[in-house]
């Protein structure tokens, strides 16, 4: 069976592309931060995802998720939860 492996290229097409405008995520980084630092980060984050699949495991500070209602359009009274995360 073939390892399942990350690409550094496709890390890095994936942080050259967040939306600007969005709010950060837990850890208070700016979408914007991901895209200027992306050849700085892709390697870094590469090798994490890598030895994630390798052991099998996900990192605990990967999985912080901070949910906030956001209220639906039609009525006040309805909320949908949003999850952000990294």
Do not use: E, W, Y
């Not at 850890?27 to 980060?41: E, G, N, R, Y």
């Amino acid at each position: 069976m073939p390892t399942l492996t990350v690409d550094v290229h496709k890390v890095l097409k994936l942080l050259r592309r967040p939306k600007t405008q969005k709010v950060p995520g837990p850890d208070h980084i700016l979408p914007s931060t991901f895209k200027h630092c992306a050849d700085q980060l892709a390697p870094i984050f590469t090798d994490i995802f890598n030895q994630s699949l390798q052991m099998c495991t996900v990192p605990s500070c990967l999985k912080t998720l901070t949910v906030i209602p956001v209220p639906k359009k039609s009525r006040i009274v309805n909320f949908m939860t949003t999850g952000l995360s990294l």
